[in-house]
């Protein structure tokens, strides 16, 4: 996508107005969690041994592999794209492919957009609600990867994507979790007690829970089994769901 007339500070490009509010909550919740990544570390995502990264593999790796089997050329939109790691990967399939990383996280795009330096790579800030005009029928594929409980609208979220997909265009959710109805009171006590006991109470506000019925009608391409022989021989893998939507 052209964004010659965008205003661009630090090879980040600027959609909309910057508001700070989310991003100061969610860099204060990842210092106090000792989760704010070095330059070197980012570089090696997701093949960390660090927190949560052994479990990120094997969905990364599935998705680029879904990615190549497609042998085209795509157009691929990374919601809540962060530190640009997992743009990287989509990136690196194909130097076909061009890649949006998109967030609302100055610091952190920064440091994407820092790190990864590709001529298929773009990194730019922006409210997804607010680029309907730049973004409608543009993209074969948008990602969520990790991000989808950020959003506290899940059924005005996907109306929008919809709208931002070509023909047959396709919806992921990687790496997120979804609840069954009876589960959404309690997940959101447990987010509320987290946050508050570690000192950000309010990031609370942004993170919501969200039902498992509002994913009914996607395919679910990979389901966490628990597996015993799994387990003893310590094989780590992603503990939720990968759904996918695709545009008719």
């Not at 600027?14 to 990842?30: D, G, I, K, M, Q």
């Not at 794209?81 to 609302?104: H, P, R, T, Y």
């Not at 508050?196 to 009608?217: Q, W």
Request: glycine fraction near 4%; charge should be negative.
């Amino acid at each position: 996508m052209d964004f010659s007339n965008v205003t661009q500070l630090q090879n980040v490009y600027y959609l909309t107005p910057e508001n700070p509010e989310f991003s100061t909550h969610y860099l204060a919740v990842r210092e106090k969690e000792n989760r704010v990544l070095s330059d070197a570390q980012v570089r090696e995502l997701p093949y960390l041994d660090l927190y949560e990264w052994p479990f990120r593999v094997k969905p990364t790796e599935r998705f680029t592999n879904y990615i190549a089997s497609k042998n085209s050329e795509l157009k691929i939109l990374a919601i809540g794209c962060g530190n640009g790691w997992f743009s990287n990967k989509i990136a690196e399939v194909s130097e076909e492919n061009q890649v949006i990383g998109l967030d609302v996280n100055r610091e952190e795009l920064e440091q994407a957009a820092r790190i990864f330096r590709k001529k298929n790579i773009q990194f730019i800030y922006a409210d997804i609600f607010k680029v309907s005009e730049q973004f409608e029928a543009q993209f074969d594929i948008i990602t969520l990867n990790g991000a989808i409980q950020y959003f506290e609208d899940f059924e005005s979220l996907m109306t929008l994507l919809k709208s931002y997909l070509k023909p047959k265009g396709e919806i992921h959710i990687i790496d997120s979790p979804f609840y069954k109805t009876d589960e959404i009171l309690s997940a959101k006590e447990r987010t509320k007690t987290y946050y508050t006991e570690l000192g950000v109470p309010e990031m609370a506000a942004h993170y919501h829970a969200h039902d498992l019925n509002f994913v009914k009608n996607f395919d679910v391409l990979y389901t966490y089994k628990r597996n015993i022989i799994n387990k003893i021989l310590g094989k780590k893998d992603s503990p939720f769901s990968w759904y996918r939507f695709i545009k008719k």
